[in-house]
């Protein structure tokens, strides 16, 4: 399994960035994915769900109505859409896999090393 | 939804065990029996090392256990080994729209 984050960089507030996730090595279209992220030296906070066939949708009150995920199961790819970005949203951010496959649930099981976002003035 | 509590740290001696606790509340930790811990080395992602309160994926050591009593999850680690030093941290499924919460983590020191 591997799973590898890019679209991160640096991007003045109120500015958007895109964060692409490209899955292998498992059947992507049956798990679920997550973003999470971390702030460097801080805790971990999870940020957005998507059910394996995009019909649910979770995100965090903090990124509610600013975030978008998405997934493209022909493409074996997760997104995360950030838009209105805050300097509170910098840190790195990772995608993981949902340990069991389907509406299961029970933990995330793979994740990839992570994508840096800075959202700096 | 607030982060789970987790102590800043813990620490212990080689071969002895250390636990770590994880309180949250009747909405989350204490809700569902999905209480996950992950470790996470400095400059690494995390890795899961329990999955539903109680099980470890394929591959990590039986030193590491964990359990839940009411809104309080546990992790303990026995026979503490130098690479058991890193951050831990606990999460629990807490329904809605809040999916995930993860705890504050705690940094184990092996002495």
């Known amino acids: 399994v591997q799973l590898v984050e890019s679209g991160g960089g640096l991007v003045q507030p109120g500015r958007s960035l895109r964060l692409s996730c490209a899955a292998s090595?498992?059947?992507?279209?049956?798990?679920?994915m997550h973003w999470v992220r971390q702030v460097p030296g801080k805790g971990l906070e999870w940020v957005s769900h998507?059910?394996?066939?995009?019909?649910?949708?979770d995100y965090a009150d903090s990124v509610k109505g600013r975030f978008t995920i998405s997934r493209d199961n022909a493409k074996n790819s997760l997104f995360l859409q950030m838009n209105s970005l805050r300097a509170e949203d910098t840190a790195l951010y990772y995608c993981?896999?949902?340990?069991?496959?389907?509406?299961?649930?029970?933990?995330?099981?793979?994740w990839g090393q992570g994508t840096l976002v800075t959202v700096f003035s | 939804q607030s982060a789970l509590t987790q102590p800043p740290s813990a620490s212990g001696s080689p071969g002895q065990s250390v636990t770590i606790s994880c309180t949250g509340t009747s909405s989350d930790v204490g809700a569902f029996n999905f209480v996950s811990w992950y470790q996470q080395h400095p400059g690494k992602a995390p890795k899961l090392i329990i999955f539903d309160v109680t099980k470890r994926p394929s591959g990590v050591p039986d030193r590491f256990s964990g359990s839940k009593s009411g809104n309080t999850a546990s992790l303990t680690v026995s026979g503490l080994r130098a690479e058991d030093e890193s951050d831990y941290y606990c999460?629990?499924?807490?329904?809605?729209?809040?999916?995930?919460?993860f705890g504050s983590g705690t940094k184990v020191t092996v002495l």
């Open positions: 999460s629990a499924y807490a329904g809605g729209n809040n999916f995930y919460v």
């Open positions: 993981a896999k949902e340990l069991s496959g389907y509406d299961s649930l029970g933990g995330l099981d793979y």
């Open positions: 090595g498992f059947t992507f279209d049956e798990y679920a």
């Open positions: 998507i059910s394996w066939n995009s019909a649910n949708i």
